[in-house]
């Protein structure tokens, strides 16, 4: 395990201790510190737009190598905009293409990355999903319900799967996320999204599962679950209705739906040795929709 993430380590009150013989000494804060990913690598599945493509953005700026993983054969001209950016910040963000609903394929690609990095993969988002289809519960078509499983529930397996797998080989005491949703808590009101509801509910338990078992390795698994937020998945529902942004924002204390770049918090807590002693949580960011 890495030694800096023990109850030893100089930092918090025991950094001024160790400082006071040295009064001389230029000081500055210690926390940023904790949340750095240098030399680290991180990967991030559905990493080409939506909540995904801004986590690369937060990993990348800790300084992280970070590595995309979607559907598309191109990358969006956001993504592309966004690995320049990384560029300039001296860091890199790299695109792959892969279903990882296919596990051989999730897998593989993760060994991939894994093999062009002296064997690492430090960071996990399992960010990529859909919503799939809106029907009554007792007309939910079977091959609908079978696809948002395959995605949200086995994409999100194999590939936490596949890099736990790379993190216990190499020693790694690496952060898995994986980004489940309040639906995997409490239902949407009015909406019907009974397969997707589902789907978010076996993440939290996977990411529980998953942290039983892997943190004698020092691996930390959590579940970040959003509320409301525009991006492309939540798009076609905002705009095919014109009083839905106001319903959405009225279900939760402060009265509006989340920004994508309201997560980068979290995702910079979860993601480093900041969060070092979290595991099998499940997080809401959701501006308090569950707290009523
Ligand atoms: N937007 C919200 O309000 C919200 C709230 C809670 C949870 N979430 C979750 O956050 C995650 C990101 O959602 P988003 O809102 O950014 O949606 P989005 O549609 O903008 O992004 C999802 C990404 O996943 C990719 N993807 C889908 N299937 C894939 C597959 N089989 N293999 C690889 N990539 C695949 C898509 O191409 C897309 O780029 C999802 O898991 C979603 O369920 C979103």
């Not at 020693?171 to 019907?192: F, Q, Y």
């Amino acid at each position: 395990m890495d030694p800096s993430i023990t109850s030893e380590a100089a930092i918090g009150v025991r950094n001024p201790a160790k400082l006071a013989p040295l009064p001389h000494k230029v000081v500055g804060p210690e926390i940023f510190s904790e949340f750095s990913l240098k030399d680290k690598v991180a990967v991030v599945t559905g990493g080409d737009g939506g909540l995904g493509l801004e986590f690369c953005i937060v990993l990348a700026e800790l300084g992280a190598a970070v590595y995309a993983i979607d559907l598309p054969a191109k990358p969006s001209a956001d993504f592309e905009a966004a690995a320049k950016y990384c560029r300039r910040l001296g860091t890199s963000l790299e695109y792959r293409r892969a279903d990882i609903s296919d596990s051989l394929r999730a897998t593989a690609i993760l060994e991939e990355i894994a093999n062009n990095n002296d064997g690492r993969v430090d960071v996990l988002i399992a960010a990529a999903g859909i919503l799939g289809d809106e029907h009554d519960v007792e007309a939910y078509p079977a091959e609908s319900f079978r696809k948002v499983m395959d995605i949200n529930c086995g994409g999100v397996f194999y590939s936490a799967q596949a890099a736990a797998k790379i993190m216990k080989r190499k020693g790694i005491a690496g952060s898995i996320i994986l980004i489940a949703s309040i639906s995997g808590s409490v239902t949407n009101r009015d909406m019907k999204w009974s397969a997707y509801n589902v789907s978010k509910s076996a993440v939290v338990q996977m990411g529980r599962s998953m942290a039983c078992e892997l943190g004698q390795f020092g691996i930390r698994v959590n579940t970040l679950s959003p509320g409301h937020i525009r991006t492309k998945m939540t798009a076609q529902t905002l705009e095919s209705d014109t009083k839905m942004e106001a319903f959405w924002a009225s279900l939760n204390p402060l009265g509006r739906i989340g920004a994508i770049h309201e997560l980068r918090g979290v995702i910079a807590w979860l993601s480093s040795e900041a969060s070092s002693f979290c595991t099998g949580s499940d997080i809401i960011v959701s501006g308090g929709h569950t707290a009523w």
